[in-house]
């Protein structure tokens, strides 16, 4: 165990320590010999023949292939196209920069013909295809080797894409590297154009499409695989980035060669890597780029409009046929941490909403005329999925709190599918089952909480009842039956005698329950020592059990104390105020022969002690959980001047009275 955690420090620090070397090396001049080798491509003697690639674009050393690869984008791109970063040698590098302005777009055109022409492409795609940057059998994916491969995808789709949709600006692997989060925003209205950019014929006639599809689909397998968490991450691209550019390739390659798709589609583990990318990757960002890939798969279009639209319902069906493993997804707590809003933010682990998003997208998509063509033996049965759905949204558990903390991904995404269905009007829409759902949507936002539910009503995020109300509009929209019957439900709802009042006294919400679960004791005055006492006491999960289900007999000599106290922990464990007034136990509590005087201070030790002794006393079982809890043990060790070996007279069942205790300010 020592072995293997000093060899993960050392290779944490290793790996600290090659990306400080690696940007000290980006501050310094490019290679004289490199670039001078990459601008001879240009001149007339080098022939492909007498080119070195292996020289060049060395695949032994990432490190090495990564410094080239950045010296083929310089040369080939203007400095509006290159991408800013610290990973790129250029904002210390004095010849980069000095290349602004002795290349000009024309001269980096010619360079990058030139580069294709005399066997750059060919070389960078036996280099992917030779697997040397992918993950292999039980080593970790070099951080290295991701990078690597990601700006090695870039490049090929570069140098791939067909001329004229180049110079019409439909190739976004030009563009720098946008977050997917950013990216969802933009096509959040659904109305943005993606235009996909295609291969050219020179490229499509170097793929073989079986063995570059199994590479990249691995590829892009590997690259949702957890990771191991206690990685120190010291590089600017990672796993999220290969997913970027390798369905960036993957899309461009489809709309180029219609084989692509059916091969995609009729893949053997089809479902279980579109289950991988979309729902059981650790990282949040890799599944928002994976489903931003999927969707302009499905959902893009050429400059000439050819679109995907033949992949979408096959898609579909696979990504609905994991519909219940999405489900299963428990949600996470999400705390905003003061100053910044967090709620957009995913914890680490597996996630459904990007997946919801996914499909949501897709079932709008669907066209009319497949709608129509709604039969048992189709595709996606919208009418049988809405029945699907509907049952999915009814047992689905409580899992949000009235506090929003706990936004339930897996209702709001099955509650925004619904809506997505209901929009193409299917059957249950207007039939009895969709109208007894309808009833129960209604109840999923307005069932009033009661001492016995207090878990209602289903919806209490804000976006989980905003998903509920959109389905509610969905539902009404074109359908007299469906409007009148949410009217009636309305009327019934704002009646006097709807129904019962609550047992308790309204108080505002700024006097509930904290953020964090739990509730306080109101201070009196001078009573924050019993105050720390009792929550210290609480916070002991035997200690709060065995207190909450002693028996009050009569023979007990402290019954109201008792009785007090489990009060007052039921409170702290039940109620949803802010905090528990224990006045009334002050009243009953007695010390010295007097009440609890809220206004004097006392000694937190003298109190502790006290309170330890009455539980003692309470019942057999309190007294051997506080011999348990609070009992030590004595020791007396005796060393002779004669002996070496020293004795020692334990003593059990000692109280720690030597402990010090603070006292707690009033």
């Known amino acids: 165990m020592q072995d293997s955690q000093e060899r993960w420090g050392l290779q944490t620090k290793a790996r600290v320590l090659s990306r400080k070397v690696w940007e000290l090396l980006m501050l310094l001049p490019t290679n004289q010999n490199m670039w001078d080798g990459f601008q001879s491509l240009v001149s007339e003697e080098c022939s492909e023949q007498t080119v070195i690639w292996d020289k060049l674009l060395d695949s032994k050393s990432p490190h090495k292939l990564m410094y080239s690869l950045q010296i083929v984008e310089a040369l080939s791109r203007g400095s509006k196209h290159r991408r800013r970063s610290i990973m790129r040698a250029g904002d210390g590098d004095s010849r980069t920069m000095s290349t602004d302005s002795d290349f000009d777009s024309q001269d980096e055109e010619i360079w990058s013909m030139k580069f294709i022409s005399k066997g750059g492409l060919k070389h960078l795609l036996s280099i992917f295809k030779s697997g040397s940057l992918q993950a292999q059998e039980d080593e970790a994916w070099s951080q290295w080797n991701q990078e690597c491969l990601a700006y090695l995808l870039r490049l090929i789709s570069q140098f791939s894409v067909e001329l004229s949709d180049a110079e019409a600006g439909h190739d976004d692997v030009f563009e720098s590297y946008e977050s997917p989060r950013k990216k969802m925003k933009r096509h959040k209205g659904g109305s943005e154009r993606i235009i996909i950019p295609r291969l050219n014929q020179?490229?499509?006639?170097?793929?073989?499409?079986?063995?570059?599809?199994?590479?990249?689909?691995?590829?892009?397998?590997?690259?949702?695989?957890?990771?191991?968490?206690?990685?120190?991450?010291?590089?600017?691209?990672?796993?999220?980035?290969?997913?970027?550019?390798?369905?960036?390739?993957?899309?461009s390659w489809a709309y180029s060669c219609d084989e692509v798709k059916q091969a995609l589609c009729t893949s053997s583990n089809f479902v279980n890597w579109l289950k991988r990318l979309t729902l059981q990757a650790p990282e949040p960002f890799v599944r928002r780029e994976a489903c931003m890939g999927l969707y302009r798969l499905c959902l893009g279009k050429t400059a000439d409009g050819k679109t995907g639209y033949t992949l979408l319902l096959p898609t579909l069906a696979s990504l609905l046929s994991f519909l219940e493993d999405a489900l299963s997804i428990k949600p996470v707590k999400n705390l905003e941490v003061e100053g910044l809003k967090e709620k957009e933010k995913e914890p680490p682990g597996p996630g459904c909403r990007d997946y919801f998003w996914l499909v949501c997208r897709f079932v709008d998509s669907i066209s009319k005329e497949d709608t129509k063509s709604d039969s048992q033996d189709s595709i996606v049965n919208l009418n049988q999925l809405a029945k699907q759905i509907s049952q999915h949204v009814l047992d689905r558990p409580f899992y949000e709190t009235r506090h929003g903390f706990e936004e339930d991904d897996g209702l709001i995404g099955v509650l925004n599918l619904c809506t997505a269905v209901i929009k193409h009007k299917p059957p249950f829409k207007s039939s009895p089952e969709g109208q007894k759902f309808l009833d129960e949507v209604f109840w999923l936002l307005f069932a009033l909480p009661s001492p016995t539910k207090r878990y209602l009503p289903k919806c209490k995020s804000q976006t989980a009842r905003s998903s509920a109300y959109d389905l509610l509009v969905e539902f009404v929209k074109g359908s007299v039956e469906n409007y009148l019957f949410l009217h009636q439900r309305m009327l019934q709802q704002h009646t006097k005698d709807s129904h019962a009042a609550y047992?308790?006294?309204?108080?505002?919400?700024?006097?509930?329950?904290?953020?964090?679960?739990?509730?306080?004791?109101?201070?009196?005055?001078?009573?924050?020592?019993?105050?720390?006492c009792m929550q210290h006491l609480y916070m002991i999960p035997q200690a709060r059990q065995s207190v909450l289900q002693a028996k009050c007999s009569n023979s007990n000599r402290y019954k109201g104390t008792l009785m007090e106290l489990q009060k007052m922990f039921a409170y702290l464990q039940e109620s949803e105020r802010k905090a528990y007034n224990p006045r009334s136990f002050c009243k009953t509590y007695t010390m010295d022969k007097q009440p609890l005087n809220t206004g004097e201070q006392k000694d937190m030790t003298e109190f502790f002690t006290d309170l330890i002794s009455k539980l003692e006393e309470m019942s057999p079982d309190m007294h051997t959980l506080v011999k348990n809890l609070f009992g030590g043990v004595l020791t007396n060790n005796v060393v002779s001047l004669e002996k070496m070996d020293p004795s020692s007279k334990h003593t059990p069942d000692v109280m720690d009275e030597g402990h010090s205790w603070s006292t707690a300010g009033g």
């Open 202 to 251: 020179s490229t499509l006639a170097m793929l073989n499409m079986d063995s570059v599809l199994k590479i990249l689909m691995q590829i892009l397998y590997d690259a949702a695989v957890p990771s191991d968490s206690n990685q120190v991450h010291t590089g600017t691209w990672g796993r999220a980035e290969v997913v970027h550019y390798s369905l960036s390739f993957l899309v």
């Open 503 to 532: 047992l308790w006294d309204y108080w505002p919400h700024d006097d509930g329950r904290s953020k964090c679960g739990y509730v306080g004791l109101t201070n009196l005055g001078a009573t924050c020592y019993m105050a720390t």
